[in-house]
């Protein structure tokens, strides 16, 4: 069956290192998201995609970046891990316009 | 700015119960909306969606209803389950392909 996935799972990381999350999809959509989430905020997207060689910053981009070099994968990089960046990340893709988005089960980071 | 957001942050039914769960949209111009389903631990799983040509969609024991003159989105669910202990969350499209969240709602099924 077509899936999403994140690894890692949980990850802990010290303040100033670069720190990449994966997520990979096999439904060959042309469009993919990263969101964080957190008490009080709901999702918040950080970046999109809508097909290889695009990105685009979203709500709370700053601090991190993304590549797209095929559909299928769409790593988060976080620059230099700060405490604010401890949270819950969420990958998804979607299909097309007005379609629903899927979701990953998740990567909760850590940064001490 | 634009925000979706929630009424009530927890709601508490009894099983058998029927389930309302309310949503705030402030984007009039918004054409597509969701509603996910979140389990601790898990990554939110889509429950319904309905476009901006609509008013009312029905599922298997949900409903969505929108109402574009208040700007409100609603999600029904019929004899409530413990299952569907879960955090709700709505969610609109403006624009391009992504989606903006509410803040969520606890359910809460009491047997």
């Known amino acids: 069956d077509a899936e999403i996935t994140q690894s890692p799972r949980h990850k802990i990381t010290e303040t100033g290192r670069q720190v990449t999350l994966a997520c990979h999809q096999t439904w060959n959509h042309n469009n993919m998201f990263w969101y964080r989430q957190d008490l009080g905020h709901g999702l918040r997207l950080i970046h999109y995609?809508?097909?290889?060689?695009?990105?685009n910053k979203g709500e709370v981009s700053d601090g991190y970046s993304v590549s797209r070099s095929n559909t299928e994968d769409l790593p988060l990089t976080l620059e230099s891990a700060a405490s604010s960046q401890t949270s819950v990340y969420f990958c998804?893709?979607?299909?097309?316009?007005?379609?629903?988005?899927?979701f990953g089960q998740g990567t909760r980071l850590t940064v001490v | 700015g634009e925000s979706v957001g929630l009424h009530l942050p927890t709601l508490s039914v009894q099983e058998g119960d029927n389930s309302i769960i309310n949503c705030a949209y402030s984007?009039?111009?918004?054409?597509?909306f969701i509603w996910y389903k979140q389990e601790s631990g898990k990554g939110p799983q889509f429950i319904i969606d309905?476009?901006?040509?609509?008013d009312k969609r029905q599922g298997q024991r949900v409903t969505v209803l929108l109402n574009k003159t208040v700007k409100h989105l609603s999600l029904q669910i019929a004899a409530t389950q413990p299952g569907d202990s879960a955090v709700y969350f709505c969610?609109?499209?403006?624009?391009?392909?992504?989606?903006?969240f509410g803040t969520g709602t606890q359910l809460k099924v009491e047997l």
């Open positions: 998804a893709s979607s299909e097309a316009t007005n379609t629903e988005a899927f």
């Open positions: 995609s809508y097909g290889v060689q695009d990105t």
């Open positions: 309905i476009r901006s040509n609509m």
């Open positions: 969610a609109e499209k403006l624009g391009g392909n992504k989606l903006t």
């Open positions: 984007n009039s111009a918004s054409d597509y």
